[in-house]
C-alpha cells in the first residue's frame, strides 16, 4: 500500500468509529425540532458565525454558509441532534497501538498507561477540529466543565488516560440525553471513583474505627448538581428573613450522604486488591456486604428505607438529589456561562430552568431540550435583549480551535513510537498535531487543556470576579480567573508562533519529512487569505467574518487598514501577501474584541 | 454604586469593606464614600511605611486541599501517642517511623527530616490549632447552632476563600485577600510603590488582590516572559508598525466591561513585564542544590532568585504566594501524604538554605497554609474534610523550635470535637495567624485591625510566633 492510501485509510476510520458510536444508547434518534413560522430565523452571515461561535468549536467560511443557506436555526440543530457521536475511545485505542503508547518496556500489553495521553490529546483535538457532531462535542467539553475529572498531576488520574478517555465519552454520549441518567453513569465511572474516591468506599466498621468516605457525597452535591446554597429558578440565590442564604445542606446532611455511595468495586476486582490494575472502564459494582443499610436522612429531611442494595440506595439518592429545585437553575446558569455569556439576566436563567424541569413531555433533565433553549433564547440571538456587558472571553482551548478551523490547521505526519521513531510497532503511520510545542502541554502555556484542571472546582469557578470594576458591580467573569502575565504571554507566544511560524499559502502534502529534510510539522493553510490579501480591504472582509461575526469596529478597522497598507513594510507579491494575513490574523485574534466572545 | 444594577445585586466591594470594618449599619452613611477616597485614605494611612528602611519578605505556601495537620506533626509522649493511635485507626503512624522534636513530647512525618533539623535548630516552629473563626467558639455552642461560624465549613472553595480573605463572598462581590491588603499599604517603603510586589506563582489568588493592582503572576520555569510579537525589536521589518497598531487596539476604548477588562490586562502586562524581564536576567545564580520534579521548589526558586534582584528593583517589602495541591486525601492517603510531605520538605529546605546563601535568612519568613485540616476519624482508606489544624513558619526572625498554640483535645467526640468524628474546633483564627505575620512585616495595630476582619473578637492580637 502507498503511504498515501495508508492515509486516506486513516483519515476515514473516525467516520466508521462513528458508525459504531450511535449504536451506544444516547437518546438522539428521531428527534426533531418543528419547523415553524416561529422558527428563528438565520438573518445574515454575521449572526450565523455569532451562533456557531457557541454551538461548535469554531466557526469556519463553509459552516456559516452551510448555516446560512438551512434559513432557520432549528433546522441546523435537527440536523446535529441526529448526527451519530463520535466516541473517542475506540480511536484512542488505535491510536495508541500505533504509538505503542500501551506496550511495557518488556513487550506486554498493558491495560491502561500515563503515555496514552499522547493518542488521548490528539484524537480530542482532531474531533474538535473535523467531526461533524460539533454541537455534542461543545456540550460534552462544557459538561467536563462542571463534572470535572483531571489528569494533572498529584490527583490520581495520570496513569489512566485510557480510563479517563472512556469518561469523556460517557459526557459525548449522554450529551443530548437526559442528566439525571449522565449523573448516574458519572456516578460509577471509575475514573470519576478513583477522583473523589467513591470506589471501596465502605460502611462504619466501629472495630476498625472507620466511617464512610464524604469526598464524592460533598462534591456530588457542592459542584454538580445543587450548591451549597438555595436557589430562585432565574438562578438568585434565595435569602432568609435576616437577609442570609439558605443552605442546602450540612455536614450531617454529607455524612448522610456518604454511607449511600458505600459498597461499590471495580469490576472483577476483589476489595483490598492492587487498585491501579483494577477495571477501570467498566462501570462499578456492588458489593453488598460494605454497603450501608441504616436509613439515611438526605435533602429535607427525606428518608430512605433500611435494608436497600447499593444499587437501590443510590438511584434513589440520585433521585432525591434530582429533585431538588436547585438543580435547572444551577446548571443551566452553568452551561449558558460556558456556551453563551458570563452573566445571563436572571430571566434567560429562569427560561432555560423551565425547559430543564420540563422539556414539553413532562420530563426534567433533558440536555436536547435544554441546549436548544440555551442556544434559541431572545437573549442569546437579539443584541436588542442584550447588555453592553453580555458575552464571555474565550476559553484558550476555543481561541485554539477557532483558530485550527478558520484557518485549517493540516497535521503533519509522523511514525511510530513517540519517543523512539525508529519503533512502528509493526505497522502504520499516523498523524500527529506536531509542533515545537506538545499538545499535552498546551494548558502548561495557557493555563487550559481538556481534561487538565488543577481539582474538581474547574479551570475557573463560575462566580468568579478579577479585581476591579467587574467585582464590584457583582459581574462574574470566570475565564478571567486564567487571565495574567503568565497565562497572557504563554497564550500570546503559542498563538503567535502557530500564525507566523507554522503556516503557508499553500497546502500540506503530507510527508515524513519536509523539503529541506526536517520532520514535517503541522500549519495552518493560508491560501485563500493569502489571495484575498491583494487587498487589504477584501482581507479584512473575510477575516471580520470568521473572527468578528461581522462586527469589527471602525478603530479596530482604521488601525489594521493603516497598519496592513503600510506597502514599504510588507514584501511584493504572494510573499508579502502572506505576510499581511498572518499580520492581520495575529492582531486580531490578540484583540480584547476577539476574545470577548459576544 | 448602592442602587441595585439590573440583576438585583447592589452590593460594592467597597461596601463590602465598609461592612467589614464598621459593621452592616454603617455601610449607608458611608455609601456616597468612592472608591477613589478609599484607596486616598489606605495611601494615607500608609505614609507611615514609607521611612521602612530595612527588607522583609513573606512568603506564604498555600497546601490546596485540606492538609492532613494531624499526620503531619504527631504526639509523640507515649500516652498521646497511643490515643492518637487509636483514634486514628489505620491512618495512625508507627510511632517508629514518626520523627521526634526537640523535647520528645511531638514529632513529625517520616518524610520531614529537613524540616525537624530546622525546628531542632529553631529556625521553625508549628503553630497549633488554627483554622476558619470569626470568633472563638465551643462545642456546646456549635450543637445548639449559636456559634457565629463562617459560612460553608467544611467545603475546599469558601474555606480558601475564608483562609485568605477572613470572610466570604457576598451578592458575588468577592472580599479583598490579606496578602494584597497588605501591600497596598506596606508598598509605600518601596522606590517605586505602584510597581508590582505581591508576586504569585499560583496563578490568580484571592489572597493577593488588594485593592491596588500590585499582584503579579510569575511562571515556575522562567518567572517572567514577554509577548515577542510586540516586544520592541528590528525585526520582521515592519514591528515598528505593528507594535504602533498593537497599543492602538489596546488603547481603544470600549462599553463592555469585559472587553475593558481585557485590555487593561494587557495594558498591565505591557507596562510591568518589561523591567522584570531585564533585572531578573541580571539575577544572581544560586548554587543550593534545588529537588527535581518538585513544582513548589521550581516556584521557590523564582522567588529566591526575585529576592535576589529585591535592591535592583527597589524593594523593601514584597511578598510571594505559592500553592501545592495534592492534599486532600480522602483516599490513598498513607502513600500519598507522604510523598506531598516530603515534597514540601525538600522544597523548604532548599529555599531555607538559599536565603542563607543570599544573607536573607533572617528577613525572609515562610509560612503554610491550607483551608482546613482533616477529620481524625477515618474512612478507612483516608481522611475528611476537617476544620483546627497546625501549620509551619519558618526563618531566621520565627522563634523556632517552639509549638504555638494548645493543642485541641484529640478526643472524638470529646469537649474539642465539633460533633463525633473529630472535626476539631480551632481554638485560634486565621486573623491572629495572618495578623502576626502582618506586624512582622511592620504594619501598624490600626492597619493590622483594618486587613483583619475578626481580629477585634480575639484576645489575643497575635501568636508571639516571630521576633
Not at chain 1, 497501538?97 to 506486554?108: H, P, Q, R, V
Not at chain 1, 460539533?134 to 483531571?150: D, G, H, N
Not at chain 1, 436497600?308 to 446558569?333: C, M, Q, W, Y
Request: aromatic share 8%.
Amino acid at each position: 500500500m502507498s503511504m498515501k492510501s495508508k492515509i486516506a485509510l486513516w483519515l476515514f476510520v473516525p467516520l466508521v468509529l462513528s458508525a459504531c458510536g450511535s449504536s451506544a444508547k444516547d437518546d438522539s434518534n428521531q428527534y426533531r425540532l418543528p419547523i415553524t413560522k416561529q422558527s428563528h430565523k438565520v438573518l445574515n452571515q454575521g449572526d450565523a458565525a455569532k451562533f456557531l461561535n457557541r454551538a461548535t468549536f469554531g466557526p469556519t467560511t463553509d459552516e456559516i454558509k452551510r448555516l446560512v443557506d438551512y434559513q432557520t436555526y432549528e433546522n441546523w440543530l435537527n440536523e446535529q441532534l441526529n448526527i451519530p457521536a463520535s466516541l473517542h475511545s475506540p480511536r484512542v485505542e488505535k491510536l495508541a497501538d500505533k504509538m505503542c503508547a500501551n506496550i511495557d518496556d518488556d513487550g506486554t500489553k498493558l491495560k491502561d498507561s500515563w503515555e496514552i495521553i499522547y493518542p488521548r490529546h490528539q484524537v480530542w483535538w482532531e474531533t474538535v477540529m473535523n467531526s461533524k457532531d460539533q454541537l455534542r462535542q461543545r456540550l460534552a467539553f462544557a459538561l467536563s466543565q462542571i463534572l470535572v475529572i483531571s489528569e494533572s498531576d498529584g490527583l490520581g488520574l495520570s496513569d489512566l488516560q485510557s480510563s479517563i478517555t472512556s469518561y469523556y465519552d460517557v459526557l459525548v454520549k449522554h450529551s443530548f440525553g437526559n442528566y439525571r441518567e449522565l449523573l448516574e453513569e458519572v456516578t460509577l465511572h471509575p475514573a470519576m471513583a478513583d477522583f473523589l474516591s467513591m470506589s471501596r468506599n465502605q460502611k462504619e466498621n466501629k472495630a476498625e474505627g472507620i466511617r464512610p468516605d464524604e469526598n464524592y457525597a460533598r462534591e456530588v452535591l457542592q459542584l454538580f448538581t445543587i450548591g451549597v446554597h438555595e436557589l430562585n429558578l432565574d438562578g438568585t440565590e434565595k435569602l432568609d428573613s435576616k437577609g442570609k442564604p439558605i443552605p442546602t445542606y450540612n455536614q450531617k446532611t454529607i455524612e448522610e450522604f456518604a454511607k449511600v455511595f458505600t459498597g461499590w468495586n471495580y469490576a472483577g476486582a476483589k476489595w483490598n486488591s492492587y487498585k491501579g490494575n483494577a477495571d477501570h472502564i467498566s462501570p462499578l459494582v456492588a458489593v453488598e456486604k460494605y454497603h450501608d443499610i441504616s436509613q439515611k436522612t438526605l435533602l429535607k429531611g427525606e428518608k430512605t428505607p433500611t435494608k436497600r442494595t447499593a444499587k437501590e440506595d443510590l438511584g434513589l439518592a440520585l433521585d432525591i438529589i434530582f429533585k431538588h429545585s436547585n438543580v435547572a437553575p444551577f446548571i443551566s446558569k452553568q452551561l449558558i456561562q460556558r456556551l453563551v455569556t458570563s452573566n445571563p439576566s436572571p430571566d434567560y436563567v429562569r427560561r432555560v430552568a423551565q425547559v430543564f424541569n420540563n422539556n414539553g413531555d413532562g420530563i426534567k433533565g433533558d440536555l436536547k431540550a435544554v441546549v436548544n433553549a440555551i442556544l434559541l433564547d431572545e437573549e442569546a440571538l437579539s443584541t436588542a435583549k442584550q447588555t453592553e456587558n453580555f458575552g464571555k472571553l474565550r476559553e484558550p482551548v476555543l481561541r485554539l480551535s477557532h483558530l485550527w478551523r478558520a484557518f485549517k490547521m493540516q497535521p503533519a505526519l509522523r511514525v511510530g513510537h513517540r519517543w523512539e521513531s525508529e519503533k512502528t510497532c509493526g505497522y502504520g503511520n499516523y498523524y500527529y498535531f506536531n509542533f515545537w510545542t506538545d499538545l499535552t502541554c498546551i494548558s502548561c502555556k495557557t493555563g487550559q487543556g481538556p481534561l487538565q484542571a488543577k481539582s474538581v472546582f474547574n479551570f475557573f469557578r463560575p462566580d468568579y470576579s478579577p479585581n476591579g470594576t467587574l467585582n464590584d458591580k457583582g459581574l462574574s467573569a470566570p475565564e478571567f480567573q486564567i487571565v495574567n502575565e503568565s497565562t497572557i504571554v504563554g497564550s500570546s507566544n503559542l498563538l503567535h508562533t502557530m500564525i507566523t511560524r507554522f503556516s503557508d499559502s499553500k497546502p500540506l502534502v503530507p510527508a515524513l519529512t519536509d523539503a529541506k529534510g526536517k520532520e514535517q510539522k503541522s500549519q495552518l493553510n493560508l491560501a485563500i487569505e493569502t489571495v484575498l490579501a491583494k487587498n487589504t480591504e477584501k482581507l479584512l472582509k473575510h477575516l471580520d467574518l470568521v473572527l468578528l461575526n461581522d462586527e469589527m469596529s471602525d478603530p479596530l478597522k482604521t488601525i489594521l487598514t493603516e497598519h496592513l497598507n503600510k506597502d514599504k513594510n510588507f514584501h511584493d507579491g504572494e510573499r508579502g501577501q502572506l505576510e499581511k494575513a498572518r499580520e492581520a490574523i495575529l492582531l486580531i485574534t490578540s484583540s480584547p474584541e476577539y476574545l470577548i466572545q459576544r | 454604586m448602592n442602587q441595585p444594577n439590573k440583576y438585583g445585586r447592589k452590593e460594592s466591594r467597597r461596601n463590602f469593606l465598609k461592612n467589614l470594618s464598621l459593621g452592616v449599619g454603617a455601610s449607608t452613611v458611608l455609601a456616597t464614600q468612592s472608591k477613589l477616597q478609599l484607596i486616598q485614605s489606605a495611601v494615607a494611612q500608609s505614609s507611615s511605611y514609607t521611612g521602612l528602611n530595612d527588607h522583609k519578605s513573606l512568603v506564604c505556601v498555600f497546601l490546596n486541599g485540606g492538609n492532613d495537620a494531624f499526620n503531619m506533626f504527631v504526639p509523640y509522649e507515649e500516652n498521646a501517642y497511643n490515643a492518637y493511635k487509636k483514634s486514628r485507626s489505620k491512618m495512625a503512624l508507627s510511632r517508629e517511623s514518626l520523627l521526634p522534636l526537640s523535647g520528645n513530647n511531638q514529632a513529625f512525618h517520616a518524610s520531614m527530616p529537613d524540616l525537624q533539623s530546622l525546628y531542632n535548630t529553631k529556625k521553625l516552629g508549628v503553630v497549633a490549632n488554627v483554622g476558619a473563626l470569626i470568633k472563638p467558639t465551643t462545642r456546646t455552642a456549635y450543637q445548639n447552632e449559636t456559634a457565629h461560624l463562617p459560612a460553608d465549613l467544611f467545603s475546599h472553595s469558601h474555606q480558601q476563600e475564608f483562609w485568605q480573605t477572613g470572610t466570604t463572598a457576598k451578592s458575588s462581590v468577592h472580599p479583598p485577600g490579606w496578602g494584597g491588603r497588605m501591600m497596598d499599604m506596606l508598598s509605600a517603603a518601596n522606590t517605586h510603590p505602584n510597581n508590582p510586589s505581591l508576586f504569585s506563582l499560583a496563578n490568580n489568588s484571592v489572597w493577593s488582590h488588594g485593592l491596588k493592582p500590585l499582584d503579579f503572576v510569575l511562571n515556575q520555569y522562567s518567572g517572567v516572559d514577554e509577548i515577542h510579537a510586540f516586544k520592541s525589536d528590528d525585526w520582521p521589518r515592519w514591528q515598528n508598525s505593528r507594535i504602533d497598531a498593537w497599543q492602538k487596539i489596546i488603547k481603544t476604548s470600549h462599553p463592555s466591561l469585559l472587553n475593558q477588562e481585557m485590555a487593561k490586562a494587557y495594558v498591565n502586562a505591557d507596562e510591568r513585564i518589561g523591567v522584570l524581564v531585564e533585572k531578573l536576567a541580571q539575577a544572581q545564580e544560586i548554587t543550593t542544590v534545588y529537588p527535581k520534579e518538585n513544582n513548589l521548589a521550581d516556584g521557590l526558586k523564582i522567588v529566591s532568585k526575585m529576592i535576589s534582584i529585591r535592591e535592583k528593583l527597589g524593594m523593601k517589602r514584597q511578598i510571594f504566594f505559592l500553592t501545592m495541591g495534592g492534599w486532600d486525601s480522602h483516599g490513598n492517603q498513607l502513600n500519598d501524604h507522604s510523598v506531598q510531605l516530603k515534597k514540601l520538605n525538600d522544597a523548604l529546605v532548599s529555599f531555607y538554605k538559599t536565603t542563607e546563601e543570599l544573607g536573607v535568612a533572617d528577613s525572609v519568613t515562610t509560612f503554610t497554609a491550607s483551608e482546613f485540616g482533616r477529620s481524625y476519624s477515618t474512612n478507612g482508606d483516608g481522611t475528611d474534610h476537617g476544620w483546627a489544624g497546625h501549620n509551619l513558619v519558618m526563618g531566621g526572625a520565627v522563634k523556632g523550635g517552639e509549638i504555638y498554640g494548645d493543642l485541641p483535645d484529640f478526643e472524638l467526640n470529646g469537649k474539642d470535637d465539633a460533633e463525633d468524628t473529630g472535626r476539631f474546633i480551632p481554638k485560634y483564627g486565621v486573623d491572629q495567624y495572618g495578623a502576626t505575620l502582618a506586624q512582622w512585616m511592620g504594619m501598624s495595630a490600626g492597619d493590622v485591625d483594618e486587613i483583619f476582619p475578626n481580629l477585634k473578637n480575639f484576645d489575643a492580637k497575635e501568636l508571639g510566633f516571630l521576633i
